[in-house]
Protein backbone atom coordinates (compact mmCIF):
# COMPACT_ATOMS: atom_id res chain seq x y z
CA UNK A 1 0.00 0.00 0.00
CA UNK A 2 1.76 3.32 -1.05
CA UNK A 3 1.74 6.11 1.47
CA UNK A 4 0.49 9.45 0.73
CA UNK A 5 2.40 12.26 0.00
CA UNK A 6 2.69 15.62 0.17
CA UNK A 7 5.18 18.18 -1.99
CA UNK A 8 5.77 21.58 -0.39
CA UNK A 9 7.15 24.36 -1.80
CA UNK A 10 8.50 27.86 0.11
CA UNK A 11 7.05 30.07 -2.03
CA UNK A 12 7.70 33.56 0.55
CA UNK A 13 10.69 34.11 2.49
CA UNK A 14 10.57 33.54 5.88
CA UNK A 15 12.72 37.23 6.79
CA UNK A 16 10.40 39.20 9.44
CA UNK A 17 8.30 36.45 10.25
CA UNK A 18 7.67 34.31 14.26
CA UNK A 19 10.66 32.23 15.19
CA UNK A 20 8.47 29.35 15.79
CA UNK A 21 7.67 29.63 11.96
CA UNK A 22 10.75 29.65 10.58
CA UNK A 23 11.35 26.30 13.26
CA UNK A 24 8.50 25.04 11.45
CA UNK A 25 9.55 25.90 7.76
CA UNK A 26 12.99 23.73 8.85
CA UNK A 27 10.68 21.06 10.36
CA UNK A 28 9.50 21.06 6.73
CA UNK A 29 12.51 20.49 5.12
CA UNK A 30 12.80 23.73 3.72
CA UNK A 31 15.89 25.87 3.21
CA UNK A 32 16.02 28.44 0.31
CA UNK A 33 13.10 30.50 -1.58
CA UNK A 34 11.52 27.96 -3.73
CA UNK A 35 13.11 24.53 -2.17
CA UNK A 36 10.51 21.59 -2.23
CA UNK A 37 10.16 18.96 0.34
CA UNK A 38 8.08 15.60 -0.60
CA UNK A 39 6.27 14.79 3.02
CA UNK A 40 4.13 11.87 4.14
CA UNK A 41 0.72 12.90 4.45
CA UNK A 42 -0.04 13.20 8.43
CA UNK A 43 -2.19 14.90 10.74
CA UNK A 44 1.12 16.38 12.16
CA UNK A 45 2.54 17.45 8.97
CA UNK A 46 -0.57 18.96 8.24
CA UNK A 47 -0.56 20.70 10.70
CA UNK A 48 2.77 22.28 9.96
CA UNK A 49 1.25 23.16 6.67
CA UNK A 50 -1.65 25.04 8.11
CA UNK A 51 0.36 27.09 10.70
CA UNK A 52 2.51 28.34 7.80
CA UNK A 53 0.41 28.68 5.30
CA UNK A 54 1.34 32.04 4.17
CA UNK A 55 4.60 31.05 3.15
CA UNK A 56 3.74 27.98 1.72
CA UNK A 57 2.55 26.20 -1.48
CA UNK A 58 1.31 22.57 -1.54
CA UNK A 59 0.29 19.80 -4.40
CA UNK A 60 -1.43 17.25 -3.24
Do not use: F, W
Amino acid sequence: MAEKKIKVTLVKSVIGTKESHRATVRGLGLRKLNSSAELEDTPAVRGMIQKVSYLVKCEG
